[in-house]
């Protein structure tokens, strides 16, 4: 039986983890548009290109990612503490990606899309697979 102090730290941790994915998410959210349509100048056909992939992927990892984690037997994918713990430095890292240039977006468009591309996907896998462990933890 788990005392009111270990509870408290747990809710504290469970808190931290929630109020730091939100304020990533919201800024990822909110600038990772305003970075490749005015900084890389990114063309509207990638832009387009990149947002309706993002869309069919976010329709696809959802539900992979829970059944992984579920069926997994890997015990850093499976438990869930631990793909929290793993899967953190990973995201924070997906965060990171779109800020910074690939390469000379004037003369290859192509770049920007790419970056795009993947900056969404790895983004919103590594969301998708921190929310899924953090939700689905165990009752404080």
Not at 22 to 42: E, P, Q, R
Not at 86 to 112: M, N, R
């Amino acid at each position: 039986k788990m005392g009111n102090s270990q509870i408290r730290r747990n809710a504290m941790a469970y808190s931290a983890t929630t109020l730091a994915s939100s304020m990533m998410s919201s800024t990822f959210n909110y600038y990772y548009v305003k970075v490749f349509l005015h900084h890389y100048k990114i063309s509207e056909t990638w832009f387009y290109l990149a947002q309706t992939s993002y869309m069919i992927w976010n329709a696809i990892n959802d539900p992979l990612f829970g059944w992984l984690q579920d069926s997994s037997k890997v015990s850093c994918i499976r438990r869930r503490h631990l793909a929290i713990l793993y899967g953190a430095p990973i995201f924070v890292l997906s965060f990171l990606l779109p800020w910074f240039s690939w390469g000379e977006t004037d003369s290859f468009p192509w770049i920007a899309g790419a970056h795009l591309i993947v900056s969404l996907w790895l983004y919103d896998a590594m969301f998708t697979y921190g929310w899924i462990s953090q939700s689905t933890l165990p009752h404080l």
